[in-house]
């Protein structure tokens, strides 16, 4: 195993932190909004830290995720009547009904106004963010929301950036300022928190998007059919 300073430095960090933070703020998807940031078209050409198919797949389970809990979104481009882009299409066509910020030129979506009514407008505390580029679409609107007294969980498998190097470092950043990291399939299992509200529908939102995890569905529907035979 590839021994990472950065990933044990990220590491320690969290346990320091640990000790004056509430060790475990768990998801809740009643009061959960979601914030897909800059995710453009433009801009996706930029992410080299993951496979670029495996990345859409986090990032479109995920708003699929939140379409299934019913989880209201905000979403929020930068300049993209420039070289950034639109928003992808593919997320945008998910959520044709949520606000859809254009930032005419604000850096940090915090900065922009009508961003942060938008955000407050969903009456929810905590936030569940993505976006590109980690280290600074994802990390200041991160951090700005903190400060601005919110709970922030980053999905760290749907936000992507130039480099690992840098993914680690904007990880580190945004945990000792409080914010707390997850990937997609952990944020989904913790919003639903029992498999029994609906075990099928769940699984479905995995398969769909996860090549291993259809892989098991696979064999439990077989193990299903064998035993109904």
Request: hydrophobic content about 45%; aromatic content about 10%; glycine content about 6%.
């Amino acid at each position: 195993m590839r021994f990472s300073f950065t990933a044990a430095i990220v590491g320690v960090a969290a346990l320091a932190s640990s000790v004056t933070a509430d060790l475990y703020n768990r998801l809740d998807m009643n009061n959960s909004a979601i914030l897909f940031i800059d995710h453009q078209s433009g801009l996706f050409s930029l992410i080299r830290d993951y496979d670029p198919d495996l990345y859409l797949n986090n990032v479109l389970g995920l708003a699929e995720a939140a379409k299934y809990f019913n989880i209201p979104a905000v979403l929020t481009t930068s300049r993209e009547d420039g070289p950034n882009g639109p928003m992808l299409p593919e997320l945008r066509n998910l959520f044709p009904d949520a606000p859809l910020i254009a930032r005419p030129g604000q850096i940090n979506a915090w900065d922009n106004e009508d961003f942060v009514k938008a955000v407050k407008k969903t009456g929810k505390k905590q936030l569940i963010i993505s976006g590109i580029v980690t280290d600074v679409c994802v990390s200041f609107v991160s951090l700005s929301a903190k400060k601005a007294g919110f709970d922030v969980f980053v999905v760290t498998d749907a936000s992507g950036t130039f480099t690992e190097a840098v993914r680690d470092a904007s990880w580190l950043r945004m945990q000792q300022g409080g914010v707390q990291l997850l990937n997609y399939f952990s944020v989904v299992l913790e919003l639903a928190r029992d498999w029994r509200i609906d075990l099928e529908g769940i699984a479905a939102l995995f398969a769909k998007r996860l090549p291993p995890y259809a892989r098991v569905m696979d064999s439990y529907n077989g193990a299903v059919s064998s035993v109904s035979s």
